[in-house]
């Protein structure tokens, strides 16, 4: 069974400190990896990585993805506030399989 | 800017109604999703429409159904709502990559369904 597993499942910091979020997968025919932040509503995208060891990133977000580990990391340099969400990673596996992780829910305090 | 809708934010219905959900897309999107959000499951894969009138079965499609008619719409039913199908339902859309692959998708507001 396809699963991805996201760790830690919440985490409190304050304005400044740098998170690492991490997701690892266990998927048939991994296609891409892709991390979204969450928000009151929708997930909005981050990053899709399909290719191991090739950074990603976007200001203060970067994220790379390590298939002989299977995993990924999401990191965030001198959080904000408007950093606080729930950050979904996604595995994309054969058969236009889509498995959503649990979430990691930051919160970052002034 | 993609825009994905759903019909509506809130809903609430009783045991054994038939419920719709809608979901509208303006990109011209080959592929769309329905998923349920839960505390702790993260999003789960109801179903998923890669052409009109196509369907595939996700990872939980017990006691829900599909209608896709139109490029742009994606319907999901519950032909007789229960209380465990409470939820927060989110669509979402995206373009068929090259290769093969789904690629980004992008989501709708998301519907929160209480069933009383």
């Known amino acids: 069974e396809d699963k991805v597993v996201q760790s830690p499942l919440s985490l409190v910091v304050h304005e400044g400190d740098t998170v690492t979020l991490n997701c690892s997968y266990e998927?048939?025919?991994?296609?891409?990896l892709l991390w979204y932040k969450q928000e009151k509503k929708a997930p909005t995208f981050l990053f899709m990585l399909?290719?191991?060891?090739i950074e990603k990133k976007s200001g203060r977000l970067s994220s790379i993805l390590d298939k002989k580990e299977l995993s990924s990391i999401l990191n965030i340099t001198a959080t904000q506030t408007g950093d606080s969400a729930i950050y979904l990673c996604?595995?994309?596996?054969?058969?236009?399989?889509?498995?959503f992780g649990p979430g990691t829910r930051l919160s970052v305090l002034p | 800017d993609v825009k994905v809708t759903q019909s509506s934010r809130y809903l609430v219905k009783r045991t054994g109604e038939k419920v719709f959900l809608e979901c509208v897309q303006d990109?011209?999107?080959?592929?769309m999703f329905w998923y349920r959000q839960d505390p702790g499951l993260g999003l789960r894969l109801i179903y998923f429409?890669?052409?009109?009138?196509?369907?595939e079965k996700g990872d939980i499609p017990e006691g829900y159904s599909v209608s896709r008619e139109k490029k742009e719409r994606f319907s999901l039913i519950l032909e007789s709502a229960s209380t465990n199908q409470t939820s927060m339902y989110l669509c979402?859309?995206?373009?068929?990559?090259?290769?093969?692959?789904?690629?980004?998708?992008?989501f709708g507001p998301g519907t929160r369904l209480t069933v009383l």
């Open positions: 979402a859309s995206s373009f068929p990559l090259p290769l093969g692959g789904v690629g980004e998708q992008f």
């Open positions: 998927v048939t025919n991994f296609r891409s």
């Open positions: 399909t290719s191991s060891g």
């Open positions: 996604a595995v994309e596996a054969g058969g236009q399989n889509f498995v």
């Open positions: 990109m011209d999107h080959e592929n």
């Open positions: 429409s890669y052409d009109v009138k196509m369907k």
